[in-house]
């Protein structure tokens, strides 16, 4: 049975800091890509960052350089590093894992950036 799990969401103000996590079970974690998207209220699904197997990465334009996304393989988990957060960051946080036609979802965890 596949699992992603996120973690590390919550209410942060505007310029702080949060890192998710995403712990992965029942996959071969280390030859799948890994994203993150996030899903504002009334907005579509948007992909944040991407980490490839070989630990290549990419990012939306409206998060690079404040975010960065990792891996760590022997923990099959991989984070999302996330600094100078602004109101519009405020979103459910999910990670997918894909590989070929293969692709599967967190539950998802809530960020909102707010005085």
């Known amino acids: 049975q596949v699992q992603l799990v996120e973690s590390g969401g919550g209410l942060v103000q505007p310029g702080g800091s949060l890192r998710l996590s995403c712990a992965a079970s029942g996959i071969a974690f280390k030859v799948y890509a890994m994203d993150w998207y996030r899903q504002a209220p009334g907005k579509q699904r948007e992909l944040v960052a991407t980490i490839t197997s070989n630990g290549r990465t990419n990012y939306a334009d409206s998060v690079k350089g404040r975010f960065t996304i990792s891996r760590d393989n022997a923990k099959n988990t991989v984070y999302l590093q996330m600094n100078s957060l602004k109101p519009e960051d405020t979103a459910v946080y999910l990670c997918?894992?894909?590989?070929?036609?293969?692709?599967?979802w967190g539950q998802g965890t809530q960020v909102t950036v707010s005085s």
């Open positions: 997918n894992a894909h590989i070929g036609t293969l692709s599967y």
